[in-house]
């Protein structure tokens, strides 16, 4: 009998001693494979942020265009050789505040439409002191947006002006139209449509087709690059799409620019 209860005792014993064991074995598993995803995702994390600061380096290198700033600092020239005074130091003073918003914003995650309006209507300003009669230009906000609480990314809408601008219009004979509208559709979600009635898409890739790597494509790569990282992130999805108005719209010419930004990070 007390060998029997040494046996059962001694089974006992030794399928704790298992279960100990067992148990022992799977925290040191699951803390390893633990450590291993903390591992991941920081990793996974320090690259996306290392990849954002590229892009938004990138995105500054896009808006600060090279010939728009030759551009500017010709006209300005220009109204000093004129000795238009006024005009000189009106250009001026809009260039410089210009720049110094794209350093401001390049360095921000989200700016309210209140300042991305501000930057758009000063760039604008610039290029119609520069076209003077040959552009003209609107910009129309949906009443139903809060432009002083209402967030967006940067430096993604100038670049789109610039392409409608100087790959569109410019190559166009005749008065140039750039029409820039924010459309209200949900709480957590808004619309950018870029209307321009120069040459169109289609004939401007055409014209760059045969040159080496244009601004123009490198800021379109850029733009798309900062799409996809936005979606990853998961605080933006933003809808983008461009149309050659010639094929969707009867008796018309130019670029069609559509974006839907969606809040996803507020989306609840």
Same mark, same amino acid.
């Given at each position: ?17 298992? *279960? ?5 074995? !799977? ?58 005074? =006024? ?74 002006? =610039?392409?409608?601008?100087? #790959? ?32 169109? *898409? ?12 244009? #601004?123009?494509? #490198?800021?379109?790569?850029?733009? =798309? ?33 559509? !974006? ?9």
């Amino acid at each position: 009998m007390s060998k029997d209860l040494d046996s059962v005792l001694f089974i006992l014993f030794a399928i704790a001693l298992l *279960v100990i064991g067992a148990v022992v074995f !799977l925290f040191i598993t699951f803390n390893n494979r633990k450590n291993e995803l903390l591992q991941e995702q920081l990793e996974t994390k320090l690259k996306n942020q290392k990849r954002q600061h590229n892009l938004e380096l990138n995105a500054l290198r896009a808006q600060m265009n090279p010939h728009f700033v030759h551009n500017s600092l010709n006209a300005i020239q220009y109204y000093i050789q004129l000795n238009e005074v =006024e005009k000189s130091e009106d250009y001026l003073a809009k260039f410089s505040k210009l720049m110094r918003l794209f350093f401001e914003y390049s360095r921000k995650q989200n700016i309210s439409l209140e300042n991305e309006l501000k930057l758009l209507n000063n760039y604008l300003e610039i290029e119609k002191l520069r076209f003077e009669d040959s552009l003209e230009y609107t910009v129309d906000v949906d009443l139903k947006l809060d432009t002083e609480y209402l967030l967006l990314p940067p430096m993604i809408l100038q670049p789109i002006l =610039e392409n409608a601008i100087n #790959h569109g219009i410019f190559h166009k004979k005749g008065k140039g139209t750039l029409e820039l509208k924010f459309v209200y559709i949900n709480n957590n979600s808004f619309k950018v449509e870029v209307v321009d009635n120069g040459i169109g *898409v289609n004939k401007a890739r055409e014209l760059s087709k045969n040159k080496k790597q244009t #601004h123009t494509e #490198h800021s379109s790569f850029v733009l =798309e690059e900062r799409l996809t990282l936005l979606k990853e992130s998961n605080n933006w999805d933003i809808d983008f799409t461009i149309l050659d108005r010639s094929e969707h719209e009867e008796n018309q010419t130019g670029t069609r620019v559509v !974006l839907v930004f969606k809040d996803t990070e507020n989306d609840h």
